[in-house]
């Protein structure tokens, strides 16, 4: 039980490295990612949304960051098979749909400064993803689900969130998948033909400015660390990672 527990967990976050500025005046209005696991949303996405969003906007093209890395014994698993299949399907390809494979942070980065979206059909209960925070990062709203932590990370006056997952898994039994992504091709549209509010979100992105590195996050962990022990951290380090929690709790409720 969480209640019993809560006084000995330590929540913590992910963070990201910037390897690029953020420019949007280099964004594609036609530039869509995907930038998650395969098992996270990308079957529906290219099966079910993608084709009506490519009917919508014949110029659209849709990059699908990642891939898949073997294990030492060659042995594909459940993962491993479906994005080999996903990759034998030429459809994709004949659509507007590109895979990088696997790629470098500063490769990642390149794509992202350049979307105008992220689209996140999810369905899982994401944690603090790291992908999520490097699309606000490059100021490049996400477009997905209220599911897991993603109510909280893919902010609500960044991105654009539609309730509950894409299809039905063992929380939401009862999902009308026809239905959820109906709506979320409705929302994409929505977003795409809604320029002023498109800026907004955008500009939002970067009140992570100050929150969204690696080096932040240590200091919360020193914080604890010295608290655990009876230490003091100095006056300095104290004030500093006290603005951090403060922002970060604000940002992210």
């Known amino acids: 039980m969480f209640e019993v527990l809560k006084n000995k967990i330590f ?21 869509f990612v995907y930038n998650s ?24 093209k849709l990059i699908v960051i990642g891939g898949y890395y073997n294990f030492a014994d060659g042995v594909l698993d459940e993962q491993g098979e479906l994005y080999n299949n996903i990759l034998k399907n030429k459809n994709y390809i ?7 494979d696997i790629i470098t ?16 059909p999810s369905v899982f209960p994401e ?36 309730d509950y997952p894409i299809e039905p898994n063992n929380l939401y039994p009862n999902i009308n998948k026809e239905s959820q992504v109906k709506a ?28 969204y590195g ?8 020193k914080q604890h660390l010295f608290h655990k022990l009876g230490y003091f951290l100095s006056k300095e380090e104290y004030q500093k990672v006290t603005k951090i929690n403060n922002d970060v709790s604000r940002i992210f409720s």
Not at 11 to 31: C, F, I, L, M, P
Not at 184 to 211: G, H, P, T
């Open 105 to 120: 942070p500063y490769k990642v980065a390149e794509h992202l400064k350049h979307a105008r979206f992220m689209l996140y």
């Open 214 to 221: 690696w080096d932040t996050i240590a200091l919360q962990w």
């Open 127 to 162: 944690t603090f993803g790291i992908s999520s925070l490097e699309s606000l990062l490059y100021k490049t709203p996400i477009i997905t689900c209220r599911f897991g932590a993603l109510e909280e990370t893919a902010l609500e006056k960044a991105c654009y969130l539609l």
């Open 94 to 100: 004949l659509n507007g749909v590109i895979f990088t």
């Open 11 to 31: 929540q913590t976050r992910n963070g990201a490295k910037k390897y690029k500025e953020s420019d949007v005046t280099s964004k594609s209005k036609y530039h």
């Open 37 to 60: 696991s395969v098992s996270k949303g990308l079957v529906t996405l290219l099966d079910d949304i993608w084709p009506e969003i490519k009917k919508n906007i014949p110029f659209a």
């Open 184 to 211: 979320f091709i409705d929302l994409v549209m929505k977003a795409y033909n809604d320029e002023y509010l498109y800026k907004q979100k955008q500009e939002y992105c970067s009140i992570i400015e100050d929150v």
